[in-house]
């Protein structure tokens, strides 16, 4: 639909093991994200897609180590361009965020600081050397798409997409390995929406960054990731290529209206009780149509090959065997 | 600067006299030394309570005179103390007039001043007190003393308000609960008591320069703590915002998101609370000074000229020209506090 989609060669720019991710509710902790499995490569948009409160943002936030104080990574590995970022200390990550990292957020108007002017945001995302900023910005602007006349107008003055383009513009400023992109299209309307996710899409294949595409949207999914990753109640359940395979994972195929969903079991309490009693069966076990008495335990994420997995004792096996 | 003046003139009209109005009055109150017809302490023994002196452009036989003149007074009734004026001759205004030597600016001593009439008639526009003493000059070289000490005390608990409250609110925990338990025991004194009872702690043989500076350091550390809890209360709240979110994704360290990004938001607040504590600061040192334990004679100062009014209730009915300062002290409150107002609203970018 949008412009040639390829994956690049494959280096691996960020790499998640076996991370969970817990929130702390006085003495219990309770877990926000299960076991996840993932890993980015140069040149690719992948597309995290999963329910709200399913955990895409916590995970986002997981990798530029902004998560709020009541949450913690248990355990686990996060590796972005060959550095581990796990357990190392807030003045080392802080070096990394906007050079290695970038992330563009999901309200551009809140995140926009209302005293400032454009250029007065681009100044403080850069990090090089300021001399070479004067020409950088008037390139990065053009490159957004906006007027180098923008750069001395306050955010307030400007609209939901011109602010969503600047956002991307202090995220592309430093040239960063990888960019997050939490539901960057969800306050715009659906041409506003196009309009940006193609000027990412132009992005990516210009300087090539890993882009993590965060959205609730399967059908934009769709038609722009070149992976998507399915996340469900903190965890990935599925990750695939939507132009080469179908998805196999029976929430996946719920999602893209494949087959339907198993009312029969669910209770309100079951949906509102997410997170919780992951060890003992799989996650999916109330809502999924397929379901059999095997299912009955925990189940992990399981790699088909380099790039696409799944979490299901089903498929997961087929594909092993 | 231009920007600043076009927005403040749109938004109001009033806000925008206020504004210059302040200006020509600081700028008048930094040039008292020139300004002034008499030297702040010069005392015509033989006038005090002198009413403020008539100016006359047309003389007894009814001829105008291009320069405003004066006639000498003399005390009519010795016991109210009421003046005629003595029709005889006449003294015209003249500028750069000489007089006693006097220092202006601690830098070079001069004879001349910017106004004044020949010996012995005297020019009193505001009248004199009790020594004879020139009322008008001393309001002038007063509210050196007294706009001084405002804006000088506002800046200091300014400062010391934005450094605790931004540390307590930004970095919470411990620092927060000590920085925030300090301010509460100043706050929990009533202001003035405190305010007497530090003044207490010195002594009272202190040189005029001491004294200033005292008051200076009283006021300004009473002041800072309310300051410091309110901008606690919005550090607090901003620090959730998500641009502050998305500074700590560019990178930024921590003193750069408190003094960039997260202090010059609450400015809409600070300065508006800036410019209405202004007069705080005036009316506090009048106070002091009211109870002579602040600027002490025979330096002027708004506080003092007021104190030597107290007890004697004559004044308002015989000499109310000695009550001038208060009107200065209401005049300077009022035009701050509409100031401060529009302030608000004109610095901030959402209203542009």
């Known amino acids: ?321 | 600067m231009r920007n600043f003046l076009g927005r403040l003139k749109k938004y109001s009209k009033v806000s925008y006299f206020s504004f210059w109005f302040l200006i020509i009055f600081y700028l008048v109150s930094f040039f008292a030394d020139i300004l002034i017809p008499y030297h702040f302490d010069y005392q015509f023994r033989d006038k005090p309570y002198h009413p403020p002196s008539k100016i006359h452009f047309i003389d007894t036989e009814g001829r105008f005179h291009i320069k405003p003149f004066v006639y000498e007074t003399f005390v009519d009734d010795p016991i109210f103390r009421t003046y005629k004026e003595n029709y005889s001759v006449r003294y015209p205004i003249k500028f750069l007039v000489d007089g006693p030597e006097r220092n202006v600016f601690f830098i070079f001593k001069t004879k001349k001043y910017l106004f004044g009439v020949d010996a012995p008639a005297g020019i009193f526009l505001f009248g004199t007190d009790t020594y004879g003493r020139d009322i008008f000059s001393r309001l002038l070289y007063g509210s050196r003393i007294s706009l001084s000490i405002s804006i000088i005390g506002v800046l200091i608990s300014f400062v010391l308000g934005m450094i605790t409250g931004g540390f307590a609110g930004y970095f919470g925990g411990i620092t927060d609960q000590v920085l925030m338990r300090i301010v509460e025991i100043l706050m929990v004194f009533p202001s003035f008591y405190l305010m007497l009872s530090l003044r207490a702690m010195f002594p009272l043989n202190l040189s005029s320069i001491q004294v200033y500076f005292l008051i200076v350091m009283i006021l300004s550390l009473i002041g800072w703590a309310g300051l410091a809890r309110i901008i606690r209360g919005m550090v607090l709240s901003i620090k959730e915002e998500d641009y502050v979110l998305a500074a700590r994704s560019l990178g930024l360290s921590h003193w750069r998101i408190l003094v960039f990004h997260i202090l010059p938001n609450t400015f809409s607040y600070t300065i508006t609370a800036i410019t209405i504590s202004v007069p705080g600061y005036i009316i506090g040192e009048s106070a002091l000074s009211l109870l002579g334990l602040g600027i002490q004679e025979p330096y002027p100062s708004w506080g003092n000229i007021l104190s030597s009014t107290v007890g004697n209730i004559r004044v308002i009915s015989d000499a109310p020209w000695l009550l001038l300062a208060g009107a200065f002290i209401f005049i300077i409150l009022i035009n701050f506090n509409i100031l401060g107002d529009a302030l608000r609203n004109v610095l901030d970018p959402k209203n542009w």
């Open chain 1, 1 to 321: 639909m949008y412009l040639t989609r390829k994956t690049g060669e494959m280096e691996k720019i960020l790499e998640i093991k076996n991370l969970y991710v817990g929130r702390i509710d006085g003495t219990k902790i309770l877990p926000v994200l299960n076991n996840i499995e993932l890993s980015i490569y140069k040149g690719e948009l992948f597309c995290l897609v999963g329910e709200s409160g399913s955990g895409k943002t916590t995970l986002a936030l997981s990798i530029i180590r902004l998560l709020p104080k009541s949450f913690r990574i248990l355990s686990g590995e996060i590796i972005l361009c060959n550095k581990k970022i796990t357990g190392i200390s807030e003045e080392l990550i802080r070096g990394l965020r906007g050079k290695l990292v970038s992330m563009i957020f999901q309200d551009p108007g809140a995140y926009l600081d209302p005293l400032f002017n454009i250029d007065t945001h681009l100044r403080e995302s850069f990090h090089g050397n300021p001399v070479e900023f004067n020409q950088l910005k008037i390139k990065v602007i053009t490159e957004v798409g906006l007027s180098p006349e923008i750069l001395s107008v306050y955010p307030h003055q400007l609209s939901g997409g011109q602010q969503q383009r600047v956002l991307i513009a202090m995220a592309l400023i430093n040239n960063p390995s990888i960019i997050i992109a939490d539901e960057p299209t969800t306050a715009l309307d659906v041409l506003t929406t196009k309009q940006i996710i193609k000027l990412l899409d132009q992005i990516r294949i210009k300087h090539n960054p890993g882009m993590l595409f965060i959205t609730h949207d399967l059908n934009l999914a769709l038609s722009t990731g070149t992976r998507i990753g399915i996340m469900y109640r903190g965890c990935i359940v599925e990750i695939f290529k939507p132009n080469k395979e179908k998805p196999l994972h029976p929430y996946t195929k719920i999602l893209m209206g494949y087959s339907e969903e198993n009312h029969s079991d669910i209770s309100d309490t079951t949906l509102m009780d997410t997170k919780q009693e992951t060890d003992e069966k799989c996650i999916f076990f109330e809502r999924c149509p397929e379901k059999k008495p095997l299912c009955n335990r925990k189940v992990d994420f399981i790699w088909r090959d380099e790039t696409t997995g799944i979490r299901c004792i089903k498929y997961g096996q087929n594909s092993q065997m």
